[in-house]
């Protein structure tokens, strides 16, 4: 297994948001996904008409996913695949709350509701590995903190039952001093940004509204579990169609087997 990976918080469709707004900014979105080949993009803030307008844009690519008020209603924490690469198999959501099984629900003070999606994939050559992916709460520290809390219990529930490699993206809406990253780190995954790290590299930030630039530190991330190794990671910065497809940069990082 060889694969590129992209987070890429979408930015919702908000009228205010002027020429910024989703309509001028779709085929930039999808320019983002095809520069960079990417094989496997976890998305963030995703309206069910956003992903219906991508998906003639992107006919190489399949995608999962469920708003996180249920069915198509909410944001969705999508997966997108290329379809000449990968199969998907099992899938599913889990709302970040105490009743996990059910969509929709607000636990430990979160502003919004959260979710996280899931799905195994396969390659032609028969690797296989499994995305998740995730949009943590922005103002609740409880939420954020217990939010990866069960995605870490949950990845590794299936890490045990099935002993594949895993993937995890997403804007957590942290700083990397933040416990959610520590603590994914003291579990041994793997954290993209060490890449840049090794380089003595600042990564700067990844969310930017519209205005560009790099001063500050990063709230998208791209984690592995310890038997991927990563090769190297981009901060995407650059205008597309001369607009910023997002608020937020895309991330990218090559991912391999140890």
């Given amino acids: 297994m060889f694969a ?8 919702q469709n908000v009228e205010s948001d002027g020429d910024n707004a989703w309509p001028y900014r779709t085929t930039a979105v999808a320019e983002v996904i095809r520069r960079h080949d990417t094989d496997i993009i976890g998305i963030q803030e995703g309206l069910h008409d956003m992903l219906m307008d991508l998906e003639p844009l992107l006919p190489e690519y399949a995608w ?45 003070n979160t502003s919004h509701t959260r979710m996280c999606s899931w799905v195994t994939l396969k390659s032609q050559t028969g690797s296989e590995f499994a995305a998740f992916n995730t949009h943590l709460d922005h103002i609740s520290d409880e939420a954020q903190q217990k939010g990866m809390e069960l995605i870490r219990a949950r990845i590794k529930e299936f890490r045990d039952q099935t002993g594949l490699p895993v993937v995890l993206t ?24 060490s890449v840049l790290h090794q380089e ?59």
């Fill in 200 to 258: 003595n590299q600042e990564v700067g930030a990844t969310v930017h509204h519209f205005l560009g630039g790099e001063s500050g530190e990063p709230i998208d991330y791209i984690f592995v579990s310890p038997d991927l190794q990563i090769h190297q990671l981009r901060v995407d910065r650059e205008l597309y169609e001369g607009r910023y497809p997002s608020d937020h940069y895309p991330v990218i990082a090559e991912v391999s087997p140890l």
């Fill in 64 to 108: 999962i996913g469920e708003g996180r008020e249920g069915g198509d209603k909410g944001e969705y924490t999508a997966i997108f695949y290329k379809k000449s690469k990968w199969s998907a198999g099992n899938s599913g959501h889990f709302s970040l709350s105490e009743t996990p099984e059910q969509l929709g629900v607000k636990s430990w």
């Fill in 170 to 193: 997403g804007d957590f809406n942290v700083y990397p001093e933040h416990a959610v990253i520590t603590g994914l780190e003291r579990e041994g995954y793997r954290n993209a940004y």
């Fill in 4 to 11: 590129k990976i992209m987070t890429f918080n979408l930015r």
